[in-house]
Structure formats: C-alpha cells, structure tokens
C-alpha cells in the first residue's frame, strides 16, 4: 500500500473513533449534565477549571470558552494549586475538574480542598467508581471509547470528547443565560468577531458638531454645514433638517441641490427641497445592518436617530475604518 494512502486511512480511522466516541457521548447525555448547567448557572464567583497533562490542555479550552461567552472562569494548573495556587480558589467558586482516569494523583489536593472549604465539584471523567467520580457534586462520565491511537495510549478520544462535552456546557450556559451578540461583543472586542458584533454607537460620529439646521436655513448656508469637515471625512455630504422639538424631518443632500439647481437656489430654505422621511438606523443597531443599508440604499451615510432625535452620524467610511464588511 502506498504511504499516503496509509497516511489517509489512519487519519480516517481517527477521525472515525473520534466522531463515533462523541455521537455516544451525546446520546448518553442525561440529568447529571443538566445538574452541572444548574450548579454552574448558580456559582455567584468564577468556574476553576482544572486537569492534567493534556487533558490540563483541554481543560484550559474549556475556560477560555466559559470565559468568553459569559460565565467567568480560569484554569488552575493542579500542581501549582498544590503549591500556594489553592489561594485563588474562593468559596463562591465552583470546580470542574478533568481526568480520563478519574484518580489523577495531582488533583488529589485541589479536590480535598473543594471538600474541606465546601466548593462545589464538577468532575469529568470516564471512570465512575474513580476518586474524582466519587467526590464530585456532580459527575460527568464519559463513554468508553477506544483511543485512536494504535497503542491505545496517547490521549485522543478520550480528550476530544472531554473538549466537546466542555462546549455542550458552555453554550447550554449561555443559552439559559441568555447571552446576546452585544455580550459577546463587550467580551471580543479586537479581531474578525469584535469588527462583526461592533454596534452602530461605537464607530459613529458623536453628537458635537452634526450637520443640522431648522427647515428655515437658507440653501446657501445649509451647504456650508454640508461643506464643514469631519473627522477623517473631507466634508458631511448631507445635511438633517430638524424641527422646533429637534425631531429629523428631512435631509438635504448632493442629490437634492441637482434636482432643485436654478438660478434662485442658494435663497430658498432647506426644508423647502429637503428628502422627507430619511434612511435611519438606531444606536444599538450593528454597524455590518447600517453598511447593508447603505449598500442597498445606494447612499453613503446616514443619521443615527433616537425617539426621533439625532444622536449621532454615520459614513460608511466609519464602518470600512472599522472593519466592518
């Protein structure tokens, strides 16, 4: 037999144990994980999750993921806990701990403190009668599966279920939690996700300075508001016009003074060749649904608008600045 087609066989022998390992993982799910939703739904302080060797790795995994879709949680290395580390644990916190064996020699401190302090313990492991099964508040046992590697060895099924068990929790927390995209927003600010989730208000043009007028304003003088520079803009391009109460009525822009062009333009009002009814987008808008506005709209900026009252403008530069697109 070729060598990579050896190669590729023994990728889908793992592949094959892996995902066999977690369809049974899913359909042997039962009430201990709703209980460890409840248990960790309800720790008024932060989630340590703790393990060793790889499945330590996982479990630093499984943190990170709690952590960033709203359920505050660390990862304690065992050994250091073991060593001074233990300070960090407080009694309003929950442990999860993670052990394919269950009887893990390097967890033996961190679970008799959890039982000492009366910290709540989540143990995942696919040992039930195990040191760790034992002693958990709630255990979370993991189906017998047979590790893809040839020897049965090295730890590769038995981590990949613990790494998808660990998700299951975390977006059945942030479900009952009811996590919306704004959270994730706050909690992923930089990179593709944070550009994504950001939110009209935080790449618009503030409140100081907008192109506004009363419908009164001469055309002559709205243009100059329209002319004015901007932050990173050379000019407006527009300009709101707004009535006695602060309400937008209308917009004037480049188009309308083309429509309107004759000799006694510049001395009519505003609000005389004003576009009525214009484009919004409210502040808790995402700025990718004003950027697809404006595509479909054809125009290239719009006023941010509250109870009716501008709060705020948008380029659709603001959103290319801000990755957004």
């Known amino acids: 037999m070729p060598l990579g087609q050896k190669d590729?066989?023994?990728?889908?022998?793992?592949?094959?144990?892996?995902?066999?390992?977690i369809s049974?993982?899913?359909?042997?799910?039962?009430?201990?994980?709703?209980?460890?939703?409840?248990?960790?739904?309800?720790?008024?302080?932060?989630?340590?999750?703790?393990?060793?060797?790889?499945?330590?790795?996982?479990?630093?995994?499984?943190?990170?993921?709690?952590?960033?879709?709203?359920?505050?949680?660390?990862?304690?290395?065992?050994?250091?806990?073991?060593?001074g580390d233990l300070g960090m644990l407080t009694v309003d916190d929950a442990v999860m701990a993670l052990s394919n064996s269950g009887n893990t020699a390097e967890l033996s401190d961190i679970i008799a403190f959890t039982r000492r302090f009366g910290i709540s313990l989540v143990g995942m492991t696919s040992a039930p009668v195990s040191t760790l099964a034992e002693q958990s508040d709630v255990a979370l046992i993991l189906p017998k599966a047979p590790e893809a590697c040839p020897m049965g060895l090295a730890p590769t099924t038995s981590t990949t279920i613990m790494l998808a068990l660990g998700d299951a929790l975390a977006v059945a927390l942030l479900e009952r939690r009811g996590f919306t995209p704004q959270d994730f927003q706050v909690l992923h600010p930089g990179g593709s996700l944070g550009s994504k989730l950001a939110r009209v208000s935080d790449v618009m043009q503030g409140r100081d300075g907008l192109p506004i007028v009363p419908p009164g304003t001469p055309v002559s003088e709205a243009i100059l508001v329209m002319m004015k520079s901007f932050g990173f803009h050379r000019s407006f391009g527009c300009v709101g016009i707004?009535?006695?109460?602060?309400?937008?009525i209308g917009v004037v822009t480049d188009g309308d003074l083309r429509r309107h062009m004759d000799s006694g333009l510049l001395d009519r009002a505003a609000g005389e060749i004003m576009t009525e009814r214009p484009q919004t987008i409210r502040p808790q808008a995402l700025a990718a649904e004003a950027l697809g506005l404006m595509n479909a709209k054809q125009i290239t900026s719009l006023f941010v608008v509250e109870d009716e009252r501008p709060v705020g403008f948008l380029h659709i530069h603001d959103c290319l600045r801000a990755g957004v697109g």
């Open 8 to 21: 590729i066989e023994a990728a889908q022998r793992t592949l094959r144990l892996e995902a066999e390992a």
């Open 24 to 83: 049974a993982l899913s359909a042997g799910l039962d009430q201990s994980f709703v209980e460890a939703v409840d248990l960790i739904s309800k720790v008024p302080g932060r989630v340590v999750v703790t393990g060793m060797g790889k499945s330590g790795h996982i479990a630093r995994k499984i943190a990170a993921t709690l952590a960033s879709t709203g359920t505050p949680a660390l990862y304690v290395h065992p050994g250091e806990a073991s060593h």
């Open 242 to 248: 707004v009535d006695d109460s602060g309400r937008l």
